[in-house]
């Protein structure tokens, strides 16, 4: 008797039979290209089908008071994405629980949900796809923005 896959482990799966490192890891899965590391999440949807939700992390940080002209690149950048956006994490650390004054660092993520009506090879061609163009995006837009004239400062 085989114990029925989870779609997460179906997914990962998929996604190391074509070629791309995955490693599952707690309740995800990291995915590896080069330098990228995109986390990939996966739960039923009650209403059918699987939700998959992506999360870039970009390794750039920005302080409290840099949120203004931070949030309005954000936006115009946000603007021009396809395949996911930018979002803003509050980053704790052991320090500032125990200062209350202390300033917030936001660390910059790339995020995506995607929709899969099931597991078959279609729709996992389509995350395959959409995690491709989902991780070149959003690295371009902010690499292209970091090292262009009119730059995030951070």
Known sequence: MTVPQTELQRIVASLQQSGLTVEPVEDGALIR????????????????????RLHLDLDLYVEEESLPDILMGMNLLNQGLDYGALNLDPVETEEDEDDDDAPVTFAILGRAVLWLQDLGPLELDRLREHLRRFEAEVTEAVERTLHGSKGLSA
Request: no cysteine; proline share 10%.
């Open 33 to 52: 290209s080069g330098e990228t590391r995109v986390a990939l999440f996966a739960e039923p949807e009650p209403q059918g089908g699987v939700i998959v």
